[in-house]
């Protein structure tokens, strides 16, 4: 879920803050900076399915990295009928398309190379946040909040992927959020605050389709958001943030984390970095499933 509410165009850096982009492998080695800028704040990678690039958001448009063949090159993808986007989008590379939640609290559809896109949410009563689609391309997953009180716990919805009515897989007693489809298509992975004991305390945790109890994938003490699983269904990654954090704030001292999805207790390998909002807020691996992106922002007065 995006913090970008219905009012311009999104964040934006601050004094002495940069833009970093950065890639990592699942052999647990260095991440390697792939690309920054001074200028514009970008948000969220999608790797793009020719595993060539990067998609991300930033100043409310879509913009497409290009990492292969150096040097990086930044350059908008040409959208018509969008309203300003934030930083929830996801691709469905079989048929050519991608869904993103713009900031006027609806979900909308595009062609992958750039075009007209389509809304396909029409209730005007909810914000829609978009975080998956099922791997036949049928149906959404996002989270919704109701418009007139923007602070209750949101909850996890299901919708014909060519619009419809949405049904609740959650009851909005515990927060929820990032749902995002396994392979099989069976089972949705997101955080929750199901079992938390204090606000905020989210974990990470998979959820049946057809609903029912969540099952928790890791106990920590951290607030853990946002669980990414790759391709090949052998790794994930995750954002970690300090406990007692409310939210998924920006400007943070976080963690992005490896494992496999074997055991999810035990980090492959760690990414510490000044972030947050925007690090990881949907699926950033590669299609071969060897390589992930991510996002820092750090400030010149912290580095």
Same mark, same amino acid.
């Given at each position: 879920m995006s913090d970008a509410w219905p009012l311009g165009t999104g964040r934006r850096l601050r004094t002495g803050q940069r833009t970093e982009v950065w890639t990592a492998g699942v052999d647990?080695?260095?991440? #390697? +900076? !792939?690309?920054?800028? %001074? &200028? @514009?704040?970008? /948000?969220?990678? *999608?790797? &793009?399915?020719d595993g060539r690039g990067l998609l991300l958001n930033g100043d409310g448009r879509l913009?497409?990295? %290009? @990492?292969?063949?150096? $040097?990086?090159? +930044?350059?908008?993808?040409? +959208? &018509?009928? +969008?309203p300003p986007i934030n930083n929830d989008h996801v691709l469905d590379p079989p048929r050519g398309l991608m869904y993103l939640s713009a900031n006027d609290g609806h979900i909308y559809v595009a062609p992958l190379a750039g075009g007209a896109a389509t809304r396909v949410t029409h209730d005007p009563g909810n914000y829609h946040f978009l975080h998956g689609i099922s791997p036949d391309g049928q149906t959404l997953a996002f989270v919704t909040l109701p418009v007139d009180d923007p602070s209750v716990a949101a909850r996890l919805a299901l919708m014909p992927a060519t619009g419809g009515e949405a049904r609740y897989l959650t009851d909005g007693k515990s927060h929820v959020d990032g749902p995002e489809y396994a392979a099989d298509g069976a089972w949705l992975y997101? *955080? &929750? /605050? #199901?079992?938390?004991?204090? $606000?905020? #305390? !989210?974990?990470?945790a998979r959820l049946a389709t057809d609903g029912g109890t969540p099952q928790r994938l890791v106990a920590s003490d951290t607030v853990d958001w946002f669980p990414h699983v790759s391709p090949t269904g052998e790794f994930a990654t995750y954002l970690s943030f300090p406990a007692g954090t409310l939210g998924h704030p920006a400007d943070l001292e976080v963690e992005v984390r490896l494992v496999r999805t074997t055991d999810w207790d035990r980090v492959v390998a760690r990414f510490p970095l000044f972030g947050g909002q925007g690090t990881l807020n949907v699926n950033s691996w590669s299609p071969d499933g060897r390589r992930f992106a991510f996002v820092a922002y750090p400030i010149a007065s912290l580095d």
């Open positions: 647990g080695g260095p991440a #390697h +900076l !792939a690309y920054t800028d %001074d &200028t @514009l704040l970008l /948000e969220a990678p *999608n790797w &793009t399915p913009w497409r990295l %290009d @990492l292969d063949p150096a $040097p990086p090159r +930044l350059g908008p993808v040409p +959208l &018509t009928g +969008l997101l *955080n &929750t /605050e #199901h079992f938390a004991d204090q $606000p905020g #305390h !989210a974990q990470l």
